[in-house]
């Protein structure tokens, strides 16, 4: 059974930085699409960062040069680094994955496994 497990957030002032990491576990598949989405409240999800097993990423256009997304292949961890925080960031963060291993614009093409998110929120 596949389980992905966020942690790292909290509350930072605007400007300020936060590291998300998603333990995955249980997870047999050859390849895979991770990624980063976010949902804030009264808003649809939206996807943000994605990465496959070959290391090539992705982004959303909205993230670029401030969120970045990288993974420990030894100890199965997904991270995300977010700089310059601003309080529209604010939203509950999840880690998702994906067998099929396409990605585009921070999205993986089709997610099967979701966590259960970590809240990100952002004071002025």
């Known amino acids: 059974q596949v389980q992905l497990v966020e942690s790292g957030g909290g509350s930072v002032q605007t400007g300020g930085s936060l590291r998300l990491s998603c333990a995955a576990s249980?997870?047999?598949?050859?390849?895979?699409?991770m990624a980063w989405y976010r949902q804030a409240p009264g808003k649809e999800r939206e996807g943000m960062a994605a990465i496959d097993a070959r290391g090539n990423t992705s982004y959303a256009t909205f993230v670029k040069g401030r969120f970045a997304i990288s993974q420990d292949n030894a100890k199965n961890i997904l991270y995300r680094q977010m700089n310059s925080l601003k309080p529209e960031d604010t939203a509950m963060y999840y880690c998702a994955a994906d067998p099929s291993g396409f990605h585009s614009g921070g999205y993986c093409y089709s997610v099967l496994f979701w966590g259960k998110g970590t809240l990100v929120t952002i004071s002025s």
């Open positions: 249980g997870y047999t598949y050859s390849s895979y699409c």
